[in-house]
Each structure stands twice: as C-alpha cells, then as structure tokens.
C-alpha cells in the first residue's frame, strides 16, 4: 500500500512542460506583482532595498506555490526547499539589481516603462534558470535517492533496515 501512495504521488508529477508552464503562471504572476510593489516601494526606499524586501516575500510565496502546484510535491515547502530556493532567489537578486544598475549607467533618466521593461526581463531571465534548479534539485522528488533495483522490484524502503530488506529481494 506504501509503494502504491508513494508511486501515484511519483506519477502525479508534471512533466517538464507542464511543470514549465505551472512555473510560468505562478512564478511570473508572483513576479510580475514583485515587480509592482518594488516599484512603489522605490518611491520611499533605496530601490535595492525595496527589491530586497519584494524578493523575500515574493520567494516566499513563490516556495509555497510551487511546491504545492508547479513541482506536484503534494503539501507544503519545507524549511529545507525554503532555505534552497531562497538561494536561487539570491541569485536572481542579483540579476536584477545589475540589470538596474546598467541601466542606469546606460540611460539617464529610464522612465517608467523602461524600468519595468528591464526589471521583467532580467526576471525572466533568472527565472529560467531558477526553474531549472527547483526542477533538477529543490523539487527532485529524490529519484536519484533509491536505487533503480528496489524501483523495479516494487519495494520503495523509508528506513535503513527495509532498504537492506528490499535489496535482499
């Protein structure tokens, strides 16, 4: 009964498209929001530090989000997936931040418009890359964990002990 739960969750999973598209829908919407409140943020903050306190909230919820929706991990982010996705977030951070700063090395009075259009873009870009990591690591689901001869035999150990006896079989 244990394999059966733990191999319908497996199947639950989204393939790579869906999974893109789920990330899409709720890490863009997120950011595209994120990119909203940095901006009237920035009318009272440093823009850095206004896009420092979005990029919490925002991969906070994002964490949950996915977890729950785009990666099909079937309940609520751990402290560990938090902890690995705010990583990715760091990173992302610091896309943005250089986007910005090169902009406003580049032109100087951006408007409106061409802030947003760079903020997204520089978002996107990150996001991309964010999406690989939380696939192929945060969110892996620990594929690589079990050997691929207790997989086949039908036998998915969760202590020690039933790993040895699983491998026995």
Known sequence: METATVESRTQGAPGAFA?????????????????????????????ALANALVTVVSTLLATELHARFTFGAGGRATWRQHTQSAGSAAAAYAVTCLAMLLLQQLVAAPGAVLEQAVYLSASALAGVA???????????????????????????????DRAALCRAA
Do not use: E, N, Q, Y
């Open 19 to 47: 999974a893109f598209a789920r990330f899409v829908v709720c890490g863009g919407g997120t950011g595209i929001a994120a990119s909203f409140a940095v901006a009237g943020l920035a009318a009272w903050l440093p823009w």
């Open 130 to 160: 964010r999406f690989v990591m939380l696939r192929m690591v945060v969110f892996a689901r620990g594929r690589a964990k079990v050997p691929d001869g207790v997989r086949a035999a039908g036998c998915l150990p969760r202590t020690a």
